[in-house]
């Protein structure tokens, strides 16, 4: 009843919110406390929105009410009337000016709605400011009062005199009633395009000249009346920035101002003029505007009317920016700009006329020419620029704006020639370096994410993507390389917001990749997924992958070379923002100091490596919900995706609102749990996000990639192949390498497209995507076969999401011997590092997101002891019963038995320690699990434990189809591999044992349903007695090899064989708890071989007599309860079962390779060492 009456109330309310011109804060609640459903933390975060609006509504917090106890959850209500940070010294008379520019909101909502004569009334007759000072009479001061001369009793100002000889009296008048009454020269127009003209001229226009008007005032009264001339500069302030800024430094954060000071925060974007949440000029204002008010106070007159030259000329700055944004070809595409272009040029045109009235004059016709569209969108750019680089080159300009306030372009600025290819020919002014806040929020794209700190130096790298794509349609080739290759508008500041003169540039992102990326997760399955043999990708380094192959296209002069960069170098640098943000969330809680690849995360808010992600996600100038407004992934996304989904129109994609929502979840998370300092643990929810976040990016990638292949599009099928399938490397490798073979290795000419299709879409499951998820395109199906319940054949009845988290930890697995990989041949020098990356996927998890399913949370699970064996297991390893995890610690951080082993023996040990001593174990604990639910007769729950055993048995890996696919790595691939060597394969080269355990599954899936626990007990029982089975396979198959190996070594002819030791390291220790119970001395005989001298053993005779191996083995396989030595089979001709053939002292190394020859040609399999 609660949520209904919040939802109730929120109906009432919000639309009063609305009235107050913020409506992103109204759409936020709505989501809040109607669309999500209200949850109590967000009561303070509710509390504070709504007092802030108590003013603009006329209430206050007394007539309102307080809580009675002031808390973090309820704050404190106070009725505060700054105007943007500005205190009035009356601040009520003030805050009732202020409020005019409500009815400016009124006009625009009105006008969005088509009811012009509406907005007009509005318009002429007020709405907000009633005038207390003149109660006889009783009316409301309107914004068309504010451009009458009579209602002006003050216009002895020089600007006022401008403005009137060039444009006419009540010039802001004529142009606000001729567009609302679609008239004159908007007789044409849409209501669109009107209703951002009128918004444009009340900012631009009535806002600024009647704010001119009460500044000049309060200087022409100041030596005679202090108290009026305050109450006139106060005045000034209401007109300039108005209510809608609300109270905080700065301003509205969602642009959402109406008034003169809204213009420098909509454009600053666009000229890289931002500093915080502000734009450069609105910081100089607010700087002189505190000086004026100051100055009053101590009667300081002289120095007021300096001050108010000063702000004059500030002002200045975004009329003309104004006029340059809306002349950028760019803008002039957006027809709906058109008419508000044109008041933005007759709100600047009298200033220009005054200092050169022929350029003035150019610019005036031209841009009063856009219902004739005359001329295309760049020319009149060019037309614009070239006549406002000749006003900015008289003399006189410069006592009057300064150029570079306005904009640093060159051609502008500068009065030098500048050659076509856009390379300075002379000197070049170059604009100072101006610091930034770095803590200030700023809004992207016109709040379309609101981001903690200054990230605009970022964002901006979406202005070189245009640059490159500009200059690569114009043919300036040379120009495009160097804009990729060294930036142009990403600049690079310190830690105190001081730039420090360099530029991040595309290029970079790669080419520093090595270096900065190397312990990133996502980074390193992409190095891995495109190397070759060689570590290589296209000839060059595959660290650099990204740079290779643009350059290429690049070489080549390829169009879509800006796609790649966006789809290749951009998205991969918005997962390493992610992977930062993590190291920087957690790492005070695991180091004392240092830095991570670089980057000082220790005294690093992870809150920017968010906020930088979606910098780099959005970048500068995106429309919600635009594909052509807007340079980086945010519009690639919005490109693709009404073919892929159903949107509506003004909306944005699902995808897109989904990674938004991830980026302030992640945001959100970080502020709640204050850096990440609240819990040890608080990383992991930051990381859950991220995890979840990153398959999502994939998503338009993956869109792409489908797209261009159903419309034959070569370059771009490679360009988007590169970009997102490598990303499942770690995945089905036979399916990844023959994509990568057909799309990113060889250009496609001809191909079934639905069997290219149906192979991507296998792939979803491995990153958690679904055909729902992804969509298809109308003519195209899409089948993941996400809705089939089978572990390689194996057809389990639990809920489909449960036992993929348990099955797919082989892909976490696999990634572990990836990252450790890349480490010995990427990054030889940072081994170490990428050992860290690993151990770090082992202690939380990647793929399952769960830390339950965690490696390291299973191999110290708690509830191993109801495995009846385990006893013997903690037994031999001296009590220890997390003894896997203590290996595998000890392997990932070179401590122990492991600190003189070699980075391969390591590697090897932690993946056969992960895949087969681990997973051993685990599956033996879901099935004793199921047993125990059984008897409790909880039947679903021991259905659910008997399926996650066949997932940990299994694996994801295996595929869905019967048998598995030699994808897998897990015990039940074992027993695949080993089948070949022993013997034990079926006709269609599947293992017995497996088919054999399999089936005990299905036995144990009938007993669960009829509560036939005894049975289910005995039926388990034998499932692990089976699968043992490969397990001491690999043991004798290791010592087989080794010893070969070894003796080839000590031979005079080349070594042609490989060694198993740390395999066989790993594989004993699997078994030997199992063999001592049987047999202590043939568990010693096995050790002193396999055990006892690693990491040394190939230099050890002892530990290359693999005949003593085979028969401990042999004598402990009469005495295992329940183990069939038939089921092991024979190896080199030679059984395990009383009266086979003794096995051979003196192994010949000739006839291992005939051995070998012959199963090669017998069974056609190709997979016969261990992995």
Known sequence: KKHEMVELMSFVVLPHIKTCGHEAASEKLYNDLVGGGFKKHMISDTLSVLQSHYNCLGLSCDEIGRHTATSSAHPLCSDNHDIAGYTPINATKTNMLAKLDLDAVAIHQMMSMEKSEVAKRIYFEGHNYYDYDNQADYSFVSLHNLTQSHTIEFTDFEMYQLYSENLGEDFGDSLVVDAMDRRGIFRETTAAQRDLAVNVAISSIVSYMSALEALYLSVSVCESNQIESATAFDGAVALLIGSVEGRGLGGNVYQEGRMFYSIGKRTCNHFRTCRGGDAEANVELFSALKEGQDLIQQGDCGELADVAQTINAVLKVPLMQSLLYFSDKTILEQSDDDAAGYVATMAVYPILADIDPIPANTIKSNMEDFRLSLMDSEALEDTVHGALSDVFSNPKTSTIVDCLLVTNLDEICSSDETPDDGTPNGPVDIKPEIPVSPEEPMPISNGLYVATNYVGDRSAISLDVQEIRERMKAKKFKRAKEYYNEGENSKIYDENGIPTGELRSIAGFSTESSVTMRSDPTYNLFVYGLSDEKQEFLGRPATKYADSFISDLLFLEAPEAPDAMIAITIWMQVAHSLHSAHHACKIPFLTDGGTVDGRHLQNSDPALFIDEAAAYWIGDNQATGSSSRGHLLYALTEEMGGKFEQIPDGAESNINAQIIEGFNKAKNHIAISRGCSTSKNSHLKLKGIIDELIPLMAVPLLRHLLHHLSTDNPVMVKIFATAVLPLFSACSSSTYRELKDLLIDHDVIEMQKEYIFSKIQSLYSCLGLTCDLVGHMEQEECDDSSDLKSLAGYRYVSDQQTVNKASQIDIDMRKVEIFIQNGMTQFKGSQEILFGT????????????????????????????????????????????????????????????????????????????????????????????????????????????????????VGSLEGKEDGGSFDGSLIFMLAKRMCVHFGTCTSSNHARINERIISLFYTSQGEIETGACESLERTVKEIENSMIVPMIQGVLYSARENEIYYKQRQGTTKSIGAEFYPEGFALAQSILPIIEDADTNAAKEIAAVMVDSFPFSSTDVASNDSAKVHRAVRTALIKLDGVDCSQIGSLGGQGFCPGDAAPIDNLSPASHTSTSLVLLVITGVLLFALY
Do not use: W
């Not at 202690?843 to 339950?852: A, C, I, L, M, R």
């Not at 495995?867 to 997390?882: H, K, Q, T």
């Not at 390591?906 to 033996?924: A, G, Q, W």
């Open 838 to 953: 690993a151990f770090g996927l082992y202690n939380y998890g990647q793929h399952s997101k769960y830390t339950e399913y965690s490696l390291s949370s299973m191999a110290r699970d708690t509830n191993r002891n109801i495995v009846p064996s385990f006893v013997s297991f903690r037994r031999y390893f001296g009590s220890d019963a997390n003894y896997v995890d203590t290996m595998l610690v000890n392997a990932f951080q070179k401590e122990g038995v492991f600190q003189l082993a070699s980075a391969d023996q390591r590697k090897r040990f932690i993946v056969f320690s992960l895949n087969y001593m681990l997973t051993y174990m685990t599956t033996l604990e879901k099935l004793y699990s199921s047993v125990r639910s059984c008897k409790y007769d909880d039947r679903k729950e021991a259905a659910v434990n008997l399926d996650l055993a066949a997932g940990y048995f």
